[in-house]
C-alpha cells in the first residue's frame, strides 16, 4: 500500500518548496571575503587605475576609490547573497549598512576615518549586543546560527560570551593597527590579518561547541 504524502498545488513537497537553499561553505566564504579583497586590491593599485582612469581622482587618493569599490562589492555580495539563498543574514546586514553609511560619509566629507573606523563600530556594536543580551539572559548568537548547529543553553551563553568578547578584541586591535600604522599596513591587516584570527578563533570553538551538542545526545 501507498503512502499518501500532501503536495502544493503544483505537485511540489512543501518543505521543500519553502526551505530556502542551504549555504555552501565555499560559496558564503567567497560572499563574505570577496568584498575584503577588492577593498586590498583596489587600494594596491589605487595610484595607478586614477592615472589610467581620471575621474577616478574625484572621488580622493587610492584609499578613498578603494572605499568607494568596497561598498560596490559589499552591495554586489548582499544582493547575490539575497538571490541565491532568499534572505539577508542579520550580521552581514547590519555590516553592509555601517559600510555603506561610513563609506558615503567619508566620500563625502573626504575624511578617511570614517573608513578607518567602520571596524571598531561593527564590532564593538556586535561585542556589546551580545554580551549586553546576557546581561539580560539572551543569548543572541542562538538566535543567529540556531540552523547550522543546536546547543544548550549552557553551551550558547557561553559561546556568545567568547563571541562578545572577541568582538571587543577585533575593535581594540583595529584603532591600535589604524592609529599607529600606514594606510597600506591597516588595508593588508584587514584582509590577511582580520579574517584568519577570526578563523582560528572560530576553529578554536569547535571542541565547546561539540561538548554542549545537543545532535549527539537526541541521538543518545
Given at each position: ?54 575621474a ?17 562589492a ?12 532568499r ?29 578607518k ?11 556589546v ?42 575593535a ?26 577570526t ?9 565547546l ?12
Amino acid at each position: 500500500m501507498m503512502m499518501h504524502q500532501d503536495k502544493t498545488p503544483n505537485g511540489t513537497d512543501p518543505v521543500s518548496a519553502s526551505a530556502p537553499p542551504k549555504e555552501a561553505p565555499g560559496t558564503k566564504l567567497l560572499l563574505e571575503l570577496g568584498p575584503l579583497l577588492v577593498f586590498f586590491f583596489t587600494n594596491l593599485r589605487g595610484a595607478w587605475l586614477i592615472e589610467h582612469f581620471p575621474a577616478l581622482g574625484q572621488l580622493g587618493g587610492p584609499l578613498f576609490v578603494a572605499s568607494a569599490a568596497f561598498m560596490v562589492a559589499t552591495l554586489i555580495s548582499l544582493t547575490v547573497s539575497k538571490m541565491v539563498y532568499r534572505h539577508l543574514p542579520l550580521m552581514p546586514l547590519v555590516s553592509g549598512a555601517i559600510v555603506i553609511v561610513f563609506g558615503a560619509l567619508g566620500l563625502y566629507l573626504q575624511n578617511e576615518v570614517f573608513f578607518k573606523m567602520k571596524g571598531t563600530i561593527i564590532n564593538t556594536l556586535f561585542g556589546v549586543a551580545l554580551l549586553g543580551g546576557l546581561l539580560f539572559g539572551k543569548s543572541l548568537l542562538g538566535h543567529v546560527f540556531n540552523s547550522a548547529f543546536q546547543l544548550d543553553d549552557a553551551g550558547w551563553k557561553k559561546l556568545t560570551f567568547r563571541w562578545g568578547v572577541f568582538f571587543l578584541f577585533l575593535a581594540a586591535l583595529n584603532e591600535i593597527v589604524w592609529r599607529n600604522f600606514s594606510d597600506d599596513t591597516w588595508v593588508a591587516f584587514k584582509v590577511w590579518g582580520t579574517m584568519p584570527i577570526t578563523v582560528l578563533f572560530t576553529l578554536s570553538q569547535m571542541p565547546l561547541i561539540l561538548r554542549h551538542s545537543l545532535e549527539g545526545k537526541e541521538d543518545a
